[in-house]
């Protein structure tokens, strides 16, 4: 092959690569050109998705063409602004807010909600959901949903709280008694009463017991009785007494373990006594020696009244000087009376003499044993008693019972001569 023919075929396939390379060039030329065309025909929107803010340019014609180019699905529950049809100018804004689906749960109840809210309160409005200010919400009002966006309610009611007695009303969302005392903040003693179990549930209106129960130590100093004691005296007329020695209380000093109830005493438990003064004892004098009674010498008894023993004196109604002097309702009565036993109070058989004279009285009026002057009777002994006869009344005895039917009822002046 000659020089000549190398060289044609050399120039040769120069011109076909320059050929080559402008038909590239004028091709690259035509698609930067396109491009450029292409991108400048391009409109400018922002877009905030879910809170995020995002510059876009694009050749879709519908805000909706534009969500499906950056592969946004909107439900039905979205928000979106402006609505999905509306046409994509320069520099148009569009909002896309995704709905949440949110369970409610009140008092164990729940709702579900889709909404596009995230603060708690906003949440709870666009629900139709009224909250008082006792309610307990969670999470709060003021905070945002949280990952499992679920709010719990638990609706308040009124507690009644009887603490030692004293009542008071609270607002509560608490399931057990043990709840509501730690949430109130209650404290009880190691002695107090809770009256309910600890895990009982709490109802509206539920009424919570507690009794304050406390121990205290009482020392008091009391008087302590004086016994008394008797002894027969035989120089003192039967039925008479006499004080010897006077008693006297003495004082006694006790501890006492207390237990109270809301502060009212249920329990007392002495613990300890101790003597400071000793008391002195009462002594009396009862009397033994049987008075002798006066028979009236105007009977035909008066042999066997001397036979018995008796003094006898003569019946005077005249009235005799000194003494103490009073009217008293006199009746009378016989030895051989309904119920009688015809043996006086102070020993005196009326059975062995009719005829003695002695008279029932009250001894608080005339000591009995005492001698005395009774108009129209004559002087007699006190000797005697009666159920009937209090105060002011005296009854006679007298020989029958005609005599005493006859003697009725009547005002007499009486002296006690001793």
Known sequence: MSNRFMKSLFLGSLRSKGIALTVISFMLFITVISLVFYEGTKKTVLLDANGEELEIKTHANTVGKLLSEQEIVVSENDIVTPPMNTPVEEGLSINWEQAKQVAILVDQEITSLW??????????????????????????????????????????????????????SFWSTS???????????????????????????????????????????????????????TRTDSSLLKGREKVVQAGENGTVSRKFEVLKENGTEVSRKMLEEKVIKKPQKKIVAIGSKIAVA?????????????????????????????????????????????????????????????????????????????????????????????????????????????????????????????
């Not at 009224?130 to 499992?148: A, Y």
């Not at 002695?191 to 129960?213: C, G, K, Q, T």
């Open 175 to 229: 399931i057990t008694v043990a709840d509501f005392l730690k949430r109130e903040n209650i404290q009880l003693n190691e002695l107090d009463r809770l009256e309910a179990h600890i895990e009982e549930l709490i109802m509206p209106n539920s009424v919570v017991n507690i009794v304050r129960v406390e121990k205290v130590t009482d020392v008091v100093e009391e008087s302590a009785n004086f016994a008394t004691e």
């Open 115 to 168: 909404t596009t809210q995230s603060n708690i309160d906003e949440v709870l409005e666009e629900a139709g959901i009224e909250i008082s200010e006792h309610d307990r919400v969670t999470p709060s009002l003021n905070e945002q949903l949280g990952v499992d966006q679920i709010i719990t309610i638990e609706k308040a009611f009124q507690v009644v709280l009887n603490d030692g007695g004293e009542e008071q």
């Open 294 to 418: 006066s028979a009236n010498t105007n009977t035909k008894d008066n042999t066997s009244a001397a036979k018995s023993n008796v003094s006898v004196s003569r019946n005077n109604n005249s009235a005799p000087s000194g003494g103490k002097e009073f009217y008293v309702t006199a009746t009378a009565y016989t030895a051989g009376c309904n119920g009688c036993s015809g043996i006086t109070a102070t020993g005196i058989n009326l059975n062995a003499n009719r005829n003695l004279k002695v008279i029932a009285v009250d001894p608080s009026v005339i000591p009995l044993g005492s001698k005395v002057w009774v108009e129209g009777y004559g002087h007699a002994i006190a000797g005697d008693t009666g159920g009937a006869i209090k105060g002011k009344k005296i009854d006679l005895h007298v020989p029958t019972k005609e005599a005493a039917y006859k003697f009725g009822r009547r005002q007499v002046k009486i002296k006690v001569l001793n």
